[in-house]
């Protein structure tokens, strides 16, 4: 818990929240503050509350595909939301609903999860399998970007001086796509020793698009591109699963540390890439 907080901001526009934010002081936005509730910094800072400037929509646009998400949305919240349901047969709303404890879920939003993305975030592999466009207030505009352009490095410093205000993920177009989320923890509610998502859009019997995305490695997780690039033009069969696993594993860049060792989190690799395409495999079946 923060123990300084020296000045606490409602600002009533997005121009002011950055106007704000851009003082010499330390200062940071806030809306769920879950993230900022785990700090036991002594340092002053400043806080600026942006739950309150509309940024909670949550609306399924059929007509161009998309899901639309406002950035102080709770986490709960997209988990019950009928609309989140409709992405993937259920996995938006069902990988979210994997994340901590229903309090956790009610208190945080899915833009501060973005803004300061712990190395065991669950939601980062989640939104890198979906085709997720990301919406940000920065110097007077709003701009858009690709989620998995989010955490370049060249980025990094345009990320913190800016608001993040909504989230667009697209439905697929075609093809039979089913995506699947798995983390390992040692209990329910303790975060992630390794989570793992992948998304597999099949055409013809073949895959046309594949995403795998790998984090808590301890490092934040990342889409392992080696091994999309592998699947895709390959049926769609369990052995393919298997050879996909153990290359997943010898790419992915992995670590240990108090949680796990690096041979562990190899071995963890096999076993969830594995499953998760069998999993896809049988889904993508049933709705042939």
């Known amino acids: 818990m923060l123990k300084n907080v020296t000045e606490y901001y ?3 526009s997005l121009a002011e929240a950055s106007e704000l934010h851009d003082r010499e002081s330390r200062s940071f936005f806030i809306s769920g503050g879950t993230a900022l509730a785990l700090s036991d910094s002594t340092r002053p800072v400043e806080l600026i509350d942006i739950s309150r400037l ?4 949550l609306k399924l646009d059929r007509a161009s595909g998309n899901l639309k998400i406002g950035a102080t949305t709770k986490i709960q919240r997209i988990v019950e939301s009928e609309a989140a349901r409709s992405v993937l047969g259920g996995f938006l709303s069902e990988s979210l609903e994997e994340i901590g ?3 956790v879920r009610n208190a945080g939003t899915l833009g501060g999860s ?4 712990f190395p065991w975030s669950d939601v980062i592999p989640i939104l890198s399998v979906l085709e997720t466009e990301v919406t940000y207030f920065h110097e007077g505009d709003k701009k858009t970007r690709e989620f998995s352009k989010l955490y370049e490095s060249d ?6 001086r800016s608001i993040i205000t909504e989230l667009s993920i697209s439905l697929p177009e075609k093809g039979n796509a089913a995506a699947k989320f798995i983390k390992f923890s040692r209990s329910e509610f303790d975060v ?3 989570n793992l998502a992948c998304r597999l859009t099949v055409e ?3 895959i046309s698009e594949a995403r795998l995305s790998i984090g808590a490695r301890p490092m934040t997780g990342e889409r392992i591109e080696k091994v999309e690039n592998d699947l895709v033009g390959e049926k769609l069969t369990g052995n393919l699963a298997k050879e996909a696993a153990i290359f997943a594993a010898d790419v992915t860049d992995l670590g240990g540390n108090d ?7 190899e071995q963890l690799v096999k076993k969830m890439t594995e499953e998760a395409i069998v999993d896809i495999k049988r889904e993508v079946a049933n709705e042939s």
């Not at 509309?54 to 929509?57: A, E, F, R, V, Y």
């Not at 973005?114 to 993305?117: G, T």
């Not at 980025?155 to 913190?160: C, D, I, Q, V």
């Open 10 to 12: 409602y600002p009533g």
């Open 54 to 57: 509309g940024l909670n929509k």
């Open 101 to 103: 404890s229903y309090p």
């Open 114 to 117: 973005l803004v300061r993305p």
């Open 155 to 160: 980025f990094r410093s345009t990320l913190n």
């Open 192 to 194: 992630a020793a390794l």
């Open 204 to 206: 013809d019997g073949n």
């Open 259 to 265: 949680k796990l060792s690096k041979e562990y989190r």
